[in-house]
């Protein structure tokens, strides 16, 4: 079984600051997905950025980086540069190679102050 | 790009009622899943599907059926309606066996039990 924690329910940042949303997880297996998603206030849930654990080097998407520290077990998600549009509930998720299925944590949401 | 389209954004229905919530993906994904969202539990998987007519129950399955008759199509099924599955019903799909890819969603319904 996997798991997946967020410890961070809310944060809040003024427009233009980064801001790093933290995600730790527990898996046996050695190789698996990691994936951001963003779901904005009543709108559609979509991916911001992937990880594939056997790679070392960090994702990049644009703004969205992330910090992967396998040993750790740790996928944080940083955000460059926000803004008011980075407003939305941000989800961490983990996927097992060969398991067509995602385990979710509780989410961070994120308030970007103009 | 692809499209999961659910049929209702807002629903709301009686205790004891049968309710059925309906999802189509245009993308001939294999994969189609029915999540439960509620603030502070994140996103719980009810129901998972592979492939026509099958299913799998996934973490909270009680109170809940499915029905996948054909590729494009997944039914979630509330038998008997009750005040606790008052939430917001994500679906998503994805290609099998393509596990890089992330999962796509739907809008969302959110389902009211009076």
């Known amino acids: 079984a996997q798991t997946v924690t967020q410890s961070q329910p809310e944060m809040s940042v003024q427009e233009a600051e980064t801001v790093t949303l933290s995600c730790t997880y527990d898996t046996s297996e050695s190789n698996y997905y990691l994936f951001w998603y963003k779901q904005p206030p009543s709108r559609q849930m979509i991916l911001v950025i992937r990880?594939?654990?056997?790679?070392?080097q960090n994702a990049t998407e644009n703004r969205f980086s992330v910090n992967f520290q396998k040993a750790a077990k740790s996928f944080s998600l940083k955000i460059s540069d926000s803004q008011l549009g980075d407003t939305a509930m941000y989800f961490c998720a983990l996927r097992p190679l060969g398991n067509e299925k995602l385990t979710f944590g509780t989410g961070t949401r994120l308030t970007i102050i103009p | 790009d692809v499209k999961v389209t659910q049929s209702s954004r807002y629903l709301v229905k009686r205790t004891g009622e049968k309710v059925f919530l309906e999802c189509v993906q245009d993308m001939d994904h294999e994969n189609m899943f029915w999540y439960r969202q509620d603030p502070g539990l994140g996103l719980r998987l009810i129901y998972f599907s592979y492939d026509v007519k099958m299913k799998e129950k996934g973490d909270i399955p009680e109170g809940y059926s499915v029905s996948r008759e054909k590729k494009e199509r997944f039914s979630l099924i509330l038998e008997s309606a009750s005040t606790n599955q008052t939430s917001m019903y994500l679906c998503a799909s994805s290609s099998r066996g393509r596990q890089n890819q992330p999962q796509h969603f739907g809008d969302g319904t959110r389902l009211s039990i009076l």
């Open positions: 990880q594939e654990a056997y790679k070392q």
